[in-house]
């Protein structure tokens, strides 16, 4: 884009408009996985749908590449694309609460914070994720998994209707009678069919939840995921717990003599009434005594951004997701041997349970592929120092490849790097694939949003 063309940009649109050689670019092109580093043509603030609208008709009117950025958590990048016109949803942060229906209406922009801080203040929470922030809008697109999916199902299957501006600058509105096919590709589809503005969604009663986190030494994670293969499918669904193998982090609850060291364990949320928490959680004895259990009732929102200074943005991150149907004897020695050789200190790997509540919609439903998965991995290397960027991405992809053997194809597209190919991109989406494609034909025939893309024409970034 040309200087002529950015200044007319500059002139007929409403939002703020931020060019290479402006001041605040490098912040605003800044990504959250600072491995990952693009320079886009512009980015475009807009601050309601009508700027959406704007924005979306002049990228087309004048042959442009573009971006759509909600809250700007993708671990792939996807929300910035060199070159291209980022049409930033940063400003669209709301949530309008309707108590009496138990819904919420939420902007485009706003992180899951925003969410859990409105819908909190009167007893209710959806669920999403497990930090406070990430953007609403990517991971109900991708589907959407975290503490309260267990109870009450994936973020994407508590959304009720979505507003969409679509490539030819149109805005519509989805849901089950609405452009119903546009809303069953929302609802797992990624970020491929359009600029969703605003999303509505169901809400449960949450509010004080009981949280537990229970570690044992790196060394006994055989026994400890021998037993909670077997333990987790069968508790309550009111009861959440994701397997975890980690470096204890130098900071509270945990006492002093086990910072740094390498552990595996589960942290969990307990929906039932809260004098119950001790026994939900009690079973956690019947493997070893633990080296660190801690109980205690928290704010739903509080539990939410519990991981947030640690994970803070601008970090180096390299990610890879894959689904599970049970958790074999083989990827318990992958799990043990990798997870005794973490290379930083934040580098990770989480099982999360996507079974209870997931299990009950049928295949078909929405555009998730995976109503048949237990567990959904991801692998991720942290750290805030570009210098380990190979070194992590070196474990993160050999703990991967090890677990393929045990996996079932594909991964929770929220989980999608930028090397797994696109024979990945098609097994996460198993038959619902050409659907999709067909759907992004529909709604998108010149692939205005291609750079969002994870199913159809995907382009490899």
Known sequence: MDGTTLEEMRTELRGPVTGPGDEDY????ALYNAMIDRRPAAILRCSDAGDVMEAVDFVREHGLRSTVRGGGHSGAGLSVADDAVVIDMAPMRFVHVDPASRTAMVG????????????????LATPAGIQSTTGVGGLTLGGGHGHLTRRYGLTSDNLLEADVVLADGSFVTANERENPDLFWALRGGGGNFGAVTSFTFRLHPVETVGVAMTLWPV??????LRWYREFMPSASEKLNGFFAVLNVPPAPPFPEEIHGQAMCGVVWCWTGDLSDLDDAVSAVREVATPAFH??????????QGMFDELLAPGQQWYWRGAFFDRITDEAI????????????PLSTMHLYPVDGAAHRLEHDATAWAYRDAKWSCVVAGIDPDPANAATLKRWCVDYWNALRPSSMGGGYVNFMGTGEGQDHVRDSYRDHYARLTAIKEEYDPTDMFHATMKAGRSREH
């Open 108 to 123: 485009g922009g706003s992180l899951l914070g925003d969410l859990d801080h409105a819908t909190h203040a009167y007893g």
């Open 26 to 29: 490098a912040r605003e092109r």
């Open 294 to 303: 801690f109980t205690t009732p928290m704010p739903y929102p509080v539990l």
């Open 219 to 224: 060394e006994q994670t055989p026994d400890v």
């Open 333 to 344: 020695d992958v799990h043990r041997r990798f997870g005794a050789e973490i290379p930083t």
